[in-house]
């Protein structure tokens, strides 16, 4: 079976119900039971459905990124009956002939059976960045990619028993992308844990120290009462549904964009564009829209060696050509049939290939292919006139090879450790031209805007580079030749601050780079569709992956452009601040409350109180102000910029606010004690309390206020009405009719409470505003 982007149906279950909250929830629900009180037991119908609601959709989500997932699987290329094919990797079998070529991944471990400079990434299984060479008899292992050359290779060991499927479950521990959000949950979640057991003691012993203490209690059978009240204030600590808005906000924004031919290798990446400060484009294939087409042949005013006409048609026939000498194919048809003595890959690193002709044919000598400024060298005969021509046709925005000669030949098949050969002299000079994509302007200009910088990487000349920059509305100032970057870490870091395009940059650069951005604390997405592009966008926090990228380049990316619209990713920020807003918007209603049930039930069990709320009351509270209003803010459309200190901000809206409402209902049960009003009153007035508070919470985090967001709260407060008027409702709740003065008084401090809830928020945000940790 393929290994799909998305977490198994066993993983979701489990997720979504096999917790430790769940754990105590399921129990609270069968003590309940067992003690007749299945009014109180509520909650547990209600925590069954968010679970449900949790599986059901990200099981949906799942089975629409597997199908995307299926149309972008890689194939393998294999040899059978003497014609090469292409099949779905779970077809390949023991003993099967791989036909690797550059920018293929390696689907099967395998040993080679011959190779033509074929050289291996290893990079994603033993964190080696450089290219391993492969000789004939070495074995080659699933997950690695091929930079250059080619090779066959056979079959040894597949599915389960490969390298890099017994390297999966560990790889994917530590693969999962950096979510804030998912993060500071995690934290909060884990505080909850820890403070939890504590206070449930507490809460217990006071509930029991209020039936008269723990013999009595246990004598006369009240303690049934007190383990009521006890469930109660535990099930109120409890944030529940929190996990479920997360999981859902993320799977339905995996889902919205799978819609966009957007594939989304893990749920949380949804989130992770959204807090990118740079973004580093390949010019090939993503500013451009990856097909080259030859130009032109241009005359160096010297004598040109015979022959170049057929060397141009082998380098565009060979099957590792790279895109560039692909196409000369059509310019230049192969008419030679004389085998090389030797050649030489093109690789991203060298920027040049070779092939060597023994001496007497048509051609002869050595042929170099390759960026001029990297074959042209000193030790070139006649190399600055050609230089400058090169300068001038890239200032254009035109790609420019050389093709050089030396008389001299090379050989043995596969060069090991190539180098340029000595004595080369320049025979013409072409030039390539590429296809701004009509979308990359705007879509560059989307992302200025928003205030995310741009970094412009490519392995071509960094005048060609700053050309397209130019075209694209990028200032280039005038392309940072890669050659020149600094080693020190520190010196690239600042560097990296104020260039912004970039020529001449091999594959291990790029990985440095976005180190380097990374070191001066920005979150860096990176875009590519080259092999040569893999490392970078396994280090980026966010790797997306044109459609016309490299299998290997795609298995380590986290998005994939599946129709290769590069418009697509304003979409893709929309939705992601959409979820980080939501999130943040439905985290501060929970963590509220999970406030003020912690304050007060730690309250209500120092001073031996019962606690004021029946769990059948609670769970009507906690669907008023918290359960159906959050789960339709979590998908409302929200375009607010994302900001980092997502958990420091939320807290401290959510902490005081679940102070405030603790305050308020501490306040009326003290009214209610000093008034005697009866355990029922007492109840129904805190509750009343409660909610209007709480719905005051709901009414600022929702705020900017539209039509449906009114339609929902106004709907709450109904929902509140028809819940405290309504002789049926009311009686199965065990709420009762307040005397005239108990229900002002109740009012009015639901009124103070919103008001102190209105200062708050009001403060909040003001404090947001002049806090630059926050702001920026």
């Given at each position: 079976?393929?290994?799909?982007?998305?977490r198994?149906?066993w993983?979701?279950?489990?997720?979504?119900?096999?917790?430790?909250?769940n754990?105590?929830?399921?129990?609270?629900f069968?003590?309940?039971?067992l003690?007749?009180?299945?009014?109180d037991?509520?909650f547990?119908?209600?925590?069954i459905s968010?679970?449900?609601?949790?599986?059901?959709?990200e099981?949906?989500?799942?089975?629409?990124?597997d199908?995307?997932?299926?149309?972008n699987?890689?194939?393998a290329r294999?040899l059978?009956d003497?014609v090469?094919?292409?099949?779905d990797?779970?077809?390949?079998v023991?003993?099967d002939?791989l036909?690797?070529r550059?920018?293929?991944?390696?689907?099967?471990?395998?040993v080679?059976?011959?190779?033509?400079?074929l050289?291996?990434?290893?990079?994603?299984?033993?964190?080696e960045?450089?290219?391993?060479?492969?000789?004939?008899?070495a074995?080659v292992?699933?997950g690695s990619?091929?930079?250059?050359?080619?090779?066959r290779?056979t079959v040894?060991?597949?599915?389960?028993?490969?390298?890099?499927s017994?390297?999966t479950?560990?790889?994917?521990?530590?693969?999962?992308?950096?979510?804030?959000?998912?993060g500071?949950?995690?934290?909060v979640?884990?505080?909850?844990?820890?403070?939890?057991?504590?206070?449930m003691?507490?809460?217990?012993?006071?509930?029991?120290?209020?039936?008269g203490?723990w013999?009595?209690a246990?004598?006369?059978?009240?303690w049934?009462?007190?383990?009521?009240?006890?469930v109660a204030?535990?099930?109120?600590?409890?944030?529940?549904?929190?996990?479920?808005?997360?999981?859902?906000?993320f799977?339905?924004?995996?889902?919205?964009?799978a819609r966009q031919?957007?594939?989304?290798?893990?749920?949380?990446?949804?989130?992770?564009?959204?807090r990118?400060?740079?973004?580093?484009?390949?010019k090939?294939?993503?500013?451009?829209?990856?097909?080259?087409?030859?130009?032109a042949?241009?005359d160096?005013?010297?004598v040109?060696?015979a022959?170049?006409?057929q060397?141009?048609?082998?380098?565009?026939?060979?099957?590792?050509?790279?895109?560039?000498a692909?196409?000369?194919?059509?310019?230049?048809?192969q008419?030679?049939a004389?085998?090389?003595l030797s050649?030489?890959?093109?690789?991203s690193?060298?920027k040049?290939s070779?092939?060597?002709?023994?001496?007497?044919?048509?051609?002869?000598g050595?042929?170099?292919l390759?960026?001029p400024?990297?074959?042209?060298?000193?030790?070139?005969?006649g190399?600055?006139?050609?230089?400058?021509?090169?300068?001038?046709?890239?200032?254009?925005?035109?790609?420019?090879?050389?093709?050089?000669?030396?008389a001299?030949?090379?050989?043995?098949?596969?060069?090991?450790?190539?180098?340029?050969p000595s004595?080369?002299?320049?025979?013409v000079?072409?030039?390539?031209?590429?296809?701004?994509?009509?979308?990359?302007?705007?879509?560059?200009?989307?992302?200025?805007?928003?205030?995310?910088?741009?970094r412009i990487?490519?392995?071509d000349?960094?005048r060609t580079?700053?050309?397209?920059?130019?075209?694209v509305g990028?200032?280039?100032?005038?392309?940072?030749?890669?050659r020149?970057?600094p080693?020190d870490?520190?010196a690239?870091?600042?560097?990296?601050?104020?260039?912004?395009?970039f020529?001449?940059v091999?594959?291990?650069?790029?990985?440095?780079?976005v180190?380097a951005l990374?070191?001066?604390g920005?979150?860096?997405a990176?875009?590519?569709?080259?092999?040569?592009?893999?490392?970078?966008?396994?280090e980026?926090?966010?790797?997306?992956?044109m459609?016309?990228?490299?299998?290997?380049t795609?298995?380590v990316?986290?998005l994939?452009?599946?129709?290769?619209?590069?418009?697509r990713?304003p979409?893709?920020?929309?939705?992601?601040r959409?979820?980080?807003?939501?999130?943040e918007?439905v985290?501060?209603?929970?963590?509220?409350?999970t406030a003020?049930?912690?304050?007060?039930?730690e309250t209500?069990?120092?001073?031996?109180?019962?606690f004021p709320?029946?769990p059948?009351?609670?769970?009507?509270?906690?669907?008023?102000?918290i359960?159906?209003p959050a789960?339709f803010l979590?998908l409302m459309?929200?375009?607010?910029?994302?900001?980092?200190?997502?958990?420091?901000?939320?807290?401290?809206?959510?902490?005081?606010?679940?102070?405030?409402?603790?305050?308020?209902?501490?306040?009326?049960?003290t009214?209610?004690?000093?008034?005697?009003?009866?355990?029922?009153a007492?109840?129904?007035?805190s509750?009343?309390?409660l909610?209007?508070?709480?719905?005051w919470?709901l009414v600022?985090?929702?705020r900017?206020l539209?039509?449906w967001?009114?339609?929902i709260?106004?709907a709450m407060?109904?929902?509140l009405?028809?819940?405290?008027?309504?002789?049926?409702?009311?009686?199965?709740?065990d709420?009762?009719v307040l005397?005239?003065e108990h229900?002002?008084?109740?009012?009015?401090?639901g009124?103070l409470g919103?008001?102190?809830v209105e200062?708050?928020f009001?403060f909040?945000r003001?404090g947001?505003n002049?806090d630059?940790a926050?702001?920026?």
């Open positions: 079976m393929p290994d799909f982007s998305s198994s149906l993983d979701i279950l489990r997720a979504n119900v096999l917790t430790l909250f754990a105590i929830v399921a129990g609270s069968v003590l309940l039971l003690l007749g009180q299945w009014r037991a509520l547990g119908f209600a925590a968010n679970a449900l609601i949790g599986v059901v959709q099981y949906q989500a799942k089975k629409s990124l199908r995307l997932a299926v149309l699987s890689p194939q294999v059978r003497g090469v094919q292409d099949i990797v779970e077809d390949v023991q003993d002939i036909v690797l550059a920018g293929d991944q390696v689907t099967a471990d395998a080679v059976l011959d190779a033509d400079g050289e291996i990434d290893e990079s994603l299984l033993t964190g960045s450089n290219p391993v060479g492969k000789d004939a008899g074995q292992l699933s990619s091929v930079i250059s050359g080619q090779g290779a040894t060991r597949v599915g389960a028993e490969s390298f890099a017994r390297l479950a560990e790889a994917k521990r530590f693969s999962l992308v950096h979510s804030e959000i998912r500071g949950l995690n934290r979640l884990r505080w909850v844990t820890l403070a939890l057991l504590p206070i003691a507490i809460v217990i012993n006071g509930q029991m120290q209020n039936q203490g013999q009595q246990i004598a006369t059978g009240s049934q009462a007190g383990a009521v009240g006890a204030s535990i099930l109120a600590m409890i944030p529940l549904g929190l996990v479920l808005m997360t999981s859902v906000a799977a339905v924004g995996a889902v919205r964009l031919k957007v594939l989304i290798q893990e749920l949380a990446a949804v989130e992770g564009l959204a990118v400060d740079v973004l580093c484009l390949d090939t294939g993503t500013l451009t829209a990856g097909r080259i087409v030859f130009d042949v241009h160096i005013g010297t040109t060696p022959g170049w006409k060397v141009l048609g082998w380098f565009g026939a060979d099957p590792n050509a790279n895109a560039t692909r196409c000369l194919a059509e310019a230049f048809p008419e030679s004389d085998r090389p050649s030489v890959a093109f690789s690193a060298r040049w070779s092939v060597s002709f023994s001496a007497g044919t048509s051609p002869a050595t042929w170099v390759g960026a400024e990297i074959v042209l060298s000193p030790r070139t005969a190399p600055n006139r050609v230089l400058d021509m090169a300068t001038v046709l890239a200032a254009t925005g035109l790609r420019t090879l050389v093709l050089a000669h030396t001299a030949t090379i050989r043995g098949g596969r060069v090991d450790e190539p180098a340029l004595a080369l002299a320049p025979a000079l072409l030039t390539f031209r590429e296809q701004v994509r009509p979308d990359a302007s705007r879509t560059l200009a989307f992302f200025r805007d928003q205030g995310v910088g741009l990487i490519s392995g000349d960094p580079v700053a050309a397209v920059a130019r075209e990028v200032a280039p100032d005038g392309g940072f030749d890669a020149q970057l080693e870490p520190e690239m870091a600042e560097l990296m601050e104020h260039q912004t395009v020529g001449r091999t594959p291990a650069q790029k990985k440095d780079m180190r990374q070191r001066r920005h979150v860096v990176m875009t590519g569709d080259g092999v040569n592009d893999a490392l970078a966008l396994k980026a926090d966010i790797g997306i992956a459609d016309s990228a490299a299998p290997a795609k298995a990316s986290r994939v452009l599946l129709d290769g619209r590069f418009d990713l979409g893709v920020v929309a939705e992601g959409r979820v980080i807003a939501n999130i918007r985290s501060m209603l929970f963590l509220a409350k003020y049930a912690v304050i007060l039930s209500f069990g120092a001073l031996l109180w019962a709320l029946l059948r009351q609670l769970s009507a509270t906690d669907g008023i102000t359960g159906i789960f979590a459309p929200n375009t607010r910029r994302y900001r980092p200190g997502f958990l420091k901000r939320s807290l401290s809206f959510a902490v005081p606010a679940g102070l405030i409402t603790a305050v308020t209902v501490l306040a009326i049960n009214y209610s004690l000093l008034q005697a009003t009866g355990t029922a007492a109840r129904t007035a509750v009343l309390v909610t209007l508070v709480a719905l919470v600022v985090l929702s900017p539209n039509h967001r009114m339609v709260i106004g407060y109904a929902a009405v028809l819940l405290l008027t309504i002789p049926p409702l009311r009686d199965f709740f709420f009762t005397r005239q229900l002002i008084v109740s009012l009015l401090a009124l919103a008001l102190a200062v708050l009001r909040h003001r947001l002049a630059p926050l702001r920026h």
